[in-house]
């Protein structure tokens, strides 16, 4: 980690500067992670990311190796210098003090960040993942969705560029402000497939966590939107019939907006009888989750509503089947081997699953992952190479021909 008083030298790559904000941000950290992955592996990479973080942060050098982390006081919250940097940017309207910041590691671009000001010498690239607050308004609170209203305004207004994930998020930034949607540019993530080495093995997991048999995965945390209630209401629908099918539940369990979101839903679990079925295993180490995901049946994703899911292209790099909401951005990013249900129909959920358990095959699985994973290396260089296009085109140079 590079202390806030040196100088780096610029060398002839792009130095593009991440700001890493305090706090639990684990969808983020995945994104930088694929991102910066992306890069690494692209022949003729242009492009030297530098990380910006507060030094009373956790050591950031051990989610990013290889990647330059720089700390500094003005990235704490509440720190004297935070305070400073605030006081200057709201006399000023330019983020003055940060600016300087990357000046001196010889940073030419911000990028997936807010802007500097609107005479900034530094360009900068924003980074609006959905409009949620938008589409499903009833999950915010009013002053939180002012608060993102702002925000989003902010980044179209101030920034050169800004970073959308999917053709559905560009459409609705157009709609939330046409004036700002020139400056869309889509940047579809990638999503290493998870490591099989390492991996914990399905008797190992069978025990740990007590199920035996045949199994769908959702991967989702339990926020409202993610909608594991149809889920809930379908595996009741299976029972019923004599076909009882057993889904491993995992992700956090708090709700930020609906802290007893959890415990509802449990109730509501028991009262369809499927606490046997629906088995919740909450946070679970990386390599149980990397053993669990080898040996699903299937992934399930049921939200009503994503920006670029990181399940749905996890399972595309893994070559899984998907059981998926029939939501546009599902449609969008959906891998070869999906089943589409409604959001609000758990029985076109409970047929969707039984007929990704008649076409499963354990040998056709493990081929379809190995094939998925050869392909991997051409989806990745082709999200690293978008990225540096755009780098490219904000920094003012031609995208290089590789």
Known sequence: MVDEEFTVNTGRNIRVGFVLP????????????????????????TISPVIFTGRRQVDASADFPGIEIVASSILDRKSPGWIARKSIQVST????????LLLRHGVSILSHSFHLGKTASIKTIGWIPDFQHVHLPEFFLPKERAYRDREYLSIGSGCDRVVVSSECARADLFSFSPEYGHKAELLRFVANPVPLTGAAPLPELQKIYGFEGPYFLLPNQFWAHKN??????????????????????????GDYRNPTFYSSLMQYAAECDVLDCF????????????GLMQHAIAFVNPSRFEGWSTSVEEAKSMGKQIVLSDIP??????????????PTDPDGLAQAMQAAYNQYDHQQDAAMQDEARSRFPERQQEFAKTYQAIISRVAGEKPPSL
């Open 22 to 45: 305090a706090g639990h941000w684990l969808g983020g950290k995945n994104y930088l992670r694929n991102l910066f992955g992306a890069l690494h592996a692209l022949p003729g990479n």
């Open 93 to 100: 309207s330019r983020d003055i003090l940060l600016q300087r």
């Open 228 to 253: 594991h209630r149809v889920v809930i209401g379908a595996l009741g629908m299976l029972k019923r019939q004599g076909r009882p099918f057993l889904v491993l539940a995992t992700g956090s369990t």
């Open 279 to 290: 088995r919740v295993l909450g946070q679970v180490p990386y390599e149980h989750l990397a």
């Open 329 to 342: 951005v599902h449609r969008e990013q959906a891998p070869a081997r999906s089943f589409f249900f409604l």
